[in-house]
């Protein structure tokens, strides 16, 4: 099979950046939007970040979509699709009405176009994930592959970055009457540009193979079904680990510090929470890469069950050291969490998107990846805090990472080892 260029794959891992400085843009500039488009009042912020949390649910309907069409036409005209419907969104929420234009209805466009914009990035990231995959030499497979994880931090960096830059440039009065929408056209002009780019890209080697065999299906979720259950199962299960470990372990962190005042009380214990945080999310993007040569080196099932079993046994711990009070054990168990997290995304990328052969692979990573995003991912910051409360014990975030950790650890045991070894590319077997 032809070989991707490595422009192709330096473009299809950029994207992935600009991706998710989109979709994260929306939340850091949430108390901004409640202002300008929602007009201020009671509840006004609540709807903004519901509208976040609606995010989760169009994802893998956007996914299932896009992993469809990817599997027919090839993954090229797929992450074409998905960027461009993103280029669209973003522009017009650069141009979008206010609240003292046209009233409530500029708050209705928003939710829409914030829906549109999950639904893109749904798809984009597995589309990614199996790209860099097929494109990739067999024995660097989990490096590259855990690159998608790593850009996606970079994304939200770069959208904090922006965000906090306008506020801080322009005075209150010019930030509400149109310095908002600077962040938004940055993100589209960066989204416009890696449209063009992708135009030029390769398309899948293993795409091009299909096609050429006449193994194309022409049901790819019927055919996912019908032929990578097993796939399914174990993507699930790997995606639930990292979803929970992500956004319980790492977003919800500066909420959990702020909660129990462990670095302070009011707005400098936020700040404090959220500098935290950032350092957390160049760990993210340190460890990343790391983890993923690992894998290529000792093979993905050694180090899913070595990161499920410190999942396991370590975040409580953290949770409840974080929760000490001070500075210091605020950040060491911040880092750590990070670390966890950043982890199991790297080994969890290439890992899941082994599980599915060329035919249905982006059928099968909706399915199973996405779905369990889904489940494991928006809510579960909320699902945290609400235990908190109704508890008080600060270990509690940490049990409930365990508890996954522990209930996927049968599976991942079970796991065929799915990394190239010398002379051999590894396929998945039934369970």
Not at 99 to 108: D, E, L, T, V, W
């Amino acid at each position: 099979m032809r070989a991707i260029s490595r422009r192709s794959m330096l473009i299809a891992g950029f994207s992935t950046v600009v991706e998710w400085y989109d979709f994260t843009l929306y939340i850091y500039v949430a108390t901004i939007l409640s202002r300008v488009v929602f007009g201020g009042g009671k509840g006004s912020l609540a709807v903004v970040l519901a509208g976040f949390a609606v995010a989760y649910l169009m994802r893998p309907l956007g996914a299932l979509a896009m992993g469809h069409y990817g599997d027919r036409h090839g993954r090229r005209r797929a992450m074409l699709l998905s960027m461009a419907v993103m280029t669209a969104a973003m522009l017009g929420c650069a141009v979008l009405p206010t609240y003292a234009q046209i009233g409530p209805a500029a708050g209705m466009m928003l939710l829409a176009l914030r829906c549109v914009m999950a639904f893109a990035v749904g798809g984009e990231y597995t589309g990614v994930v199996a790209y860099l995959l097929e494109g990739a030499r067999p024995e660097r497979r989990g490096l590259i592959t855990s690159c998608a994880s790593a850009a996606s931090e970079v994304g939200a960096l770069l959208a904090v970055g922006v965000a906090a830059l306008t506020a801080w440039a322009l005075p209150p009065d010019a930030l509400d009457a149109w310095g908002w929408r600077i962040p938004f056209f940055v993100g589209a002009v960066l989204a416009g540009g890696v449209l063009l780019a992708r135009a030029a890209m390769d398309e899948s080697p293993e795409y091009e193979r299909q096609r050429a065999a006449g193994t194309v299906p022409k049901a790819p979720l019927r055919h996912a079904v019908k032929h990578q259950r097993a796939g399914i199962a174990r993507g699930f299960a790997i995606s639930a680990l990292g979803s929970i470990s992500y956004y319980v372990g790492i977003t919800y962190v500066p909420a959990f510090l702020a909660s129990v005042g462990a670095v302070g009380e009011g707005a400098a214990g936020e700040s404090s929470a959220l500098g935290l945080s950032t350092v957390a999310a160049f760990v993210v993007i340190a460890v990343t890469p790391l983890v993923g040569a690992l894998s290529d080196r000792v093979g993905r099932r050694p180090v899913l069950i070595g990161v499920a079993a410190a999942c396991a046994a370590g975040p409580i711990t953290l949770f409840a050291l974080m929760a000490s009070g001070g500075v210091w054990p605020a950040l060491v168990g911040a880092v750590l969490l990070a670390c966890l997290g950043g982890a199991v995304s790297a080994v969890g990328a290439v890992a899941t998107a082994e599980q599915f052969s060329g035919e249905a692979r982006l059928s099968g990573l909706a399915l199973g990846v996405t779905s369990a995003t889904a489940v494991f991912g928006g809510l579960t910051p909320l699902a945290a805090q609400m235990l908190l409360e109704a508890t008080g014990w600060p270990g509690v975030p940490g049990a409930m990472i365990a508890v996954v950790a522990l209930a996927i650890l049968p599976v991942l045991w079970r796991i065929p080892e799915t990394a190239p070894r010398a002379g051999w590319t590894a396929q998945p077997q039934p369970i």
